[in-house]
């Protein structure tokens, strides 16, 4: 038996199918005969939008008796078979009801389009802007702090799949990949940019400019995002002036889908994020599960 991920969004958990035994030995025989379409899970894309299928035993031994590891990446690259077999998956999934109609079409778009598409290279160091935007000079008018980059805190094997965008952009470590809206009962059901707002203001952000005192530090600055019917996505102000985020399970980062360090989240290279909903602070006091 083995349950196969569908790697594909920042903030809602990503779609799980499991395989009963006499199906998963068909597709791990054929897996096996296409070594070159799988690769390690922290290996492949891992920005924003489909990264592929995750494929995981359930069962000890059963993966080793197809040669093939316990847990491995699969459809995530432009390898002919691995796409084919990602297509058949994902439709599954759309069968099984695990996906929508609407985000299984997405996919399908995104595994046409996965063959041109570049892994992001080593993050651009190069100098930012001279002089902050206009709308970034304003916000100096609400007092916020800014946190230096730190990776490691987020990329701790103990942690990185059990925390999401919004985790990090709230600066809340809670393990349990935390969703707007659900700790005061108000998680949106719809995404889009009007729904995950209002989720986010439940749990007690603000929009910016509308400030917090003192006694609410640390009062961080987020930028929210959305693939409007498909997911959302968070990022964090840091202090060294460029902006941090974390795409889901995957790993807390301060560069784009091109590789290009995100020193404006509304210009970011985010697809299919296309929606850029607007600034917010988060405070101590903001409730987060």
């Not at 691995?82 to 999934?93: C, K, Y």
């Not at 230096?148 to 965008?165: L, Q, T, V």
């Not at 980062?253 to 600034?279: H, K, M, Q, S």
């Amino acid at each position: 038996m083995i349950q196969i991920t569908a790697d594909i969004f920042s903030g809602r958990p990503n779609p799980t199918l499991v395989v009963e035994p006499d199906e998963a030995k068909e597709l791990l025989q054929e897996i096996s005969q296409n070594q070159s379409a799988i690769s390690p899970v922290d290996q492949g894309y891992q920005g924003l939008g489909y990264r592929g299928l995750i494929v995981e035993a359930l069962t000890d031994n059963f993966a080793s008796k197809f040669d093939v590891p316990e847990t491995f990446r699969l459809g995530h690259s432009g390898h002919p078979k691995g796409l084919e077999i990602a297509d058949r998956v994902l439709t599954s999934m759309q069968g099984a009801q695990v996906l929508d109609t609407e985000v299984h079409a997405l996919l399908v778009r995104e595994l046409q389009q996965l063959a041109s598409r570049e892994e992001p290279s080593e993050a651009d160091l190069s100098t930012p802007p001279a002089a902050p935007p206009a709308a970034e000079a304003a916000a100096r008018t609400c007092w916020i702090e800014l946190g230096k980059f730190n990776p490691g805190f987020w990329n701790n094997s103990a942690h990185i799949g059990k925390n999401n965008c919004y985790n990090y952009a709230s600066n809340r470590r809670t393990d349990t990949f935390a969703q707007p809206g659900l700790a005061t009962g108000h998680q949106a059901a719809v995404m889009a940019c009007a729904n995950v707002t209002a989720a986010a203001l439940s749990d007690g952000l603000h929009h910016r400019f509308d400030c917090f005192p003192d006694s609410e530090k640390p009062r961080w600055l987020m930028a929210l995002v959305v693939a409007p019917g498909y997911d959302y996505h968070w990022y964090r102000k840091q202090k060294e002036g460029f902006w941090g985020h974390k795409p889901g399970h995957t790993a807390a980062r301060n560069f784009d889908n091109n590789g290009a360090i995100v020193w404006n989240p509304e210009t970011a290279a985010r697809l299919p994020y296309t929606n850029f909903c607007g600034y917010f602070y988060a405070r101590k006091s903001q409730k987060i599960k």
